[in-house]
């Protein structure tokens, strides 16, 4: 629209013109509502990866509870294959066996207390 000595001249016809003699502003609340709504938006996504991390921090802290006992297990099995490759190596056959069988005791040895003779 062009301005003509203080009225719009773009009117038709031209006696419609309206004339204007200041400045006014508005703020559409709507545009402000929608900053806002966005800044929501925003803090819940944060909100819920918060929690989502929370979940799998619980998540694996109960799976390492769980599995510390076969943790433990396997830790132990795993040092018994070793004693017994260890006595295979050196070709200690009484040593050897007794990784086989706990009872199992070299002759000319006393039993061991509470093992039949």
């Known amino acids: 629209m062009a301005q003509d000595r203080g009225h719009i001249t773009s009117r038709l016809p031209e006696s419609a013109s309206l004339s204007h003699t200041g400045a006014a502003m ?5 545009i402000r509502d929608g900053l806002l709504t966005h800044n929501d938006v ?45 006595a295979w190596s050196a070709k200690d056959v009484d040593r050897y066996l007794a990784f086989y069988d706990h009872a199992y005791a070299p002759p000319g040895s006393t039993p061991a207390a509470g093992q039949a003779a």
């Open 26 to 30: 508005s703020v559409n609340p709507t």
């Open 42 to 86: 925003r803090r819940a996504e944060h909100e819920k990866l918060a929690r989502d991390l929370d979940l799998e921090d619980v998540s694996q802290q109960t799976a390492l509870e769980v599995m510390r006992p076969a943790a433990s297990a396997i830790g132990e099995a795993t040092r018994r294959v070793h004693e017994g490759v260890a």
